[in-house]
Nanobody, 121 residues
Framework: VQLAESGGGLVQPGGSQRLSCATSAFALSAYSVAWFRQAPGKQREFVAGVDWTGSTTQYADFAKGRFTISRDSPKNTLYLQMSSLRPEDTAVYYC???????????????WGQGTQVTVSS
């Protein structure tokens, strides 16, 4: 099962970027979905997630107030709107899907290939 991320690229510090994640294999609205990221030399970490009902969202501390996760069910697409970006946000960003919302990456059986976000002047 494949998820496909898009929207990565080079952005200046303080700028904004919106990532998208789509799949044709299943309805994202039937799953809990999340964004993770992995910076060079670091472990993959949870960024934000929304449960399958859409009623519960969860954010990493570094994402609170700057990142917003949302899901467009008719488009079957998951988004991550990022603002006030910092150089330390530079990473490969992945979307993932699972039955239950979790901050642990090994709880997610379905993953995308990742999209690179580089925050630099």
């Amino acid at each position: 099962v494949q998820l496909a991320e898009s929207g990565g690229g080079l952005v200046q510090p303080g700028g904004s970027q919106r990532l998208s994640c789509a799949t044709s294999a299943f309805a994202l609205s039937a799953y809990s979905v999340a964004w993770f990221r992995q910076a060079p030399g670091k472990q993959r970490e949870f960024v934000a997630g929304v449960d399958w009902t859409g009623s519960t969202t969860q954010y990493a501390d570094f994402a609170k107030g700057r990142f917003t996760i949302s899901r467009d069910s008719p488009k079957n697409t998951l988004y991550l709107q990022m603002s006030s970006l910092r150089p330390e946000d530079t990473a490969v960003y992945y979307c993932a899907a699972a039955n239950d919302l979790s901050i642990q990456d090994d709880s997610y059986p379905y993953w995308g290939q990742g999209t690179q976000v580089t925050v630099s002047s």
